[in-house]
Structure formats: structure tokens, C-alpha cells
């Protein structure tokens, strides 16, 4: 399928040089003089390397043949994180240099989309927000009582976050993924 810069939106795939890309920010540039032009920037799916682009108004692209399957995370051995299709059980792994940031956000059991293209796995696009238990943290002091003041935090997966004062070990925190930021803590 064929898409013009008219079309672009935040998220969209798009193929430059035969390789695969995501729309994260455009603005659409109208110059008193001249033609307009659109100024993206676009990440890699293959490589995860951010560019700034500049593209003629109306320029079409090829939307690149990535395919999505829903895959369970298994678990990780040195530089790779193992899955299995949710449908037939077949495995197979992806490097952690593919997976961006949602390796931070992975654990054992977890269901994610993972991308294919040309049949090779690329790379995996996790939830928005996920719930992850804290293993470690230092109890908050008692009277400091700063505005928004935050203290590391390790999660179940190793990453560590900044979270508030008064969480603390063994608690439930909700992360957006995106951001990689606290967002509450969780009840369960």
C-alpha cells in the first residue's frame, strides 16, 4: 500500500531505503516561499536509530511488509530473549539490541506483539502501561516531605525507575512504557 506525506500520523510505517520505519513526530512546513515540505522524524524498526527527515509535500512511500504475532515471553539467556507463538508454539529469540526499551519491561509469562518483516523477527512493541512488583528500594525517610521527591527503585526485571517516597519493597507500581515513569501504585 502507498502513503503520502498528506497521510502521515504518528506510529505509521513506512519504508525508506527497504528498510522500516515509524512515524514519531512530524510537522507539516508551509514557507512563504516555496514548496511545503513535511519534517519527520522517523525510528528504525530493524535498528532502533532515530533521523530526522525532511520529505517534499505530497511524497508517497510504500508501507513495508511487518507482520505482528502475538508472542509470550519466555526468558532471556545472555544477549537473548526467547519467545513462543500463542497460536502454533513454535520459539524462537530476538536480541536485546532489537528489542529498545521494552526489554526493561519484560517478564516471564507476559503476551507482547512481535514484529516480522521479510519473515525475520524485528523488534517487539510492549503495552502502553504495565503492572511490575518492586524488589528493591530504600524505605522512604521519615519528615522528608519535599514536594514530588523520588528514590530508585528496582523492579522484578532489574530496570530501575524513580518512584515516590512511600513506595516500598514488594509493592505493584504501574510504569508507562514509553516514558519509562511511575505512574501509580497498584492494589492487588
Known sequence: MIVSTQEFRKGLRILLDKEPFVIVDFQHVKPGKGAAFVKTRVKSLITGNVLDKTFRSGEKFEEPDVEEKEMQYLYKEEDKFYF???????????EEKNLGDAKNYLKEGMTIAVLFHNGEPIGAEIQNFVDLKIVKTEP?????TAQNATKPAVLETGFTIQVPLFVEEGDTVKIDTRTGEYVERVNK
Not at 500463542?86 to 530476538?94: A, D, K, P, R, T
Not at 522512604?140 to 522528608?144: C, H, M, N, T
Request: charged fraction near 25%; avoid cysteine; glycine fraction near 12%.
Open 140 to 144: 522512604g525517610v521519615r519528615g522528608d
Open 84 to 94: 513462543m507463538d500463542v497460536n502454533n508454539y513454535e520459539q524462537l529469540f530476538i
